[in-house]
């Protein structure tokens, strides 16, 4: 991989890394009730997660996916599903770090963030184009390691400006009833990244 080529990866990681969507909402939730290092196995997850589904879909997933088009329908179901359970914990969520029940008050895990990934469509369709793009046939599996390796390390960084984020809200959300709005437009913010995903067709 050429130096402009590097570059451009680079590039398109920071901007699929930094913008808006559903981990980066959790993300951003989270450092609000609980604060950095709580959220840290949310962090670490949803990384993982779209990493590992980078590495399998270089392996012949995507492909896969290509050949069965009927498959994305039972992704967009999961996410579906999964989506508005997570958007309902964050949504009763009723002070920072605390809550009525007990499941809405504790940080979401590793496994439930990589979970969250490994049913998204979007991040299939993202990892499908950028093997695609960035992978060379002569040298595939060292390009391949190469384009994870650099996605780890624009990835990481990257989502945990919303987690930072999140956590230098705490002080003026612990006021009144202000993180119960938060958590609340969180969880409204959460379903809509995901609408156009799940709402598409084919």
């Known amino acids: 991989m050429n130096v402009e080529m590097l570059a451009a990866l680079t590039g398109f990681a920071f901007v699929m890394s930094i913008s808006p969507g559903p981990g980066n909402f959790l993300l951003l939730a989270s450092g609000a009730n609980f604060g950095f290092r709580r959220s840290l196995p949310l962090l670490l997850g949803i990384s993982s997660g779209f990493l590992t589904i980078l590495f399998c879909v270089g392996l012949g997933?995507?492909?896969?996916?290509?050949?069965?088009?009927?498959?994305?329908?039972f992704l967009r179901l999961g996410c579906g599903l999964y989506v508005l359970w997570?958007?309902?914990?964050?949504?009763?969520?009723?002070?920072?770090?605390?809550?009525?029940?007990?499941?809405?008050?504790?940080?979401?895990?590793?496994?439930?963030?990589?979970?969250?990934?490994?049913?998204?469509?979007?991040?299939?369709?993202?990892?499908?184009?950028?093997?695609?793009?960035?992978?060379?046939?002569?040298?595939?599996?060292?390009?391949?390691?190469?384009?994870?390796?650099?996605?780890?390390?624009?990835?990481?960084?990257?989502?945990?400006?919303?987690?930072?984020?999140?956590s230098a809200l705490r002080g003026m959300?612990?006021?009144?009833?202000?993180?119960?709005?938060?958590?609340?437009?969180?969880?409204?913010?959460?379903?809509?990244?995901?609408?156009?995903?799940l709402l598409a067709s084919g």
């Open 61 to 73: 997933l995507g492909a896969l996916l290509q050949r069965h088009p009927e498959l994305h329908f």
């Open 86 to 166: 997570l958007a309902l914990r964050i949504a009763r969520s009723r002070s920072a770090g605390a809550a009525a029940d007990p499941e809405a008050a504790r940080p979401i895990t590793f496994i439930e963030a990589a979970l969250l990934q490994i049913v998204n469509p979007k991040a299939w369709a993202v990892s499908l184009i950028v093997t695609v793009s960035y992978t060379r046939p002569e040298q595939f599996m060292a390009s391949l390691l190469l384009l994870i390796a650099v996605f780890a390390m624009v990835n990481l960084p990257s989502l945990g400006v919303w987690v930072v984020s999140g």
């Open 173 to 197: 959300l612990a006021k009144g009833r202000r993180i119960v709005v938060f958590n609340v437009t969180m969880a409204l913010l959460l379903v809509a990244s995901m609408a156009p995903a």
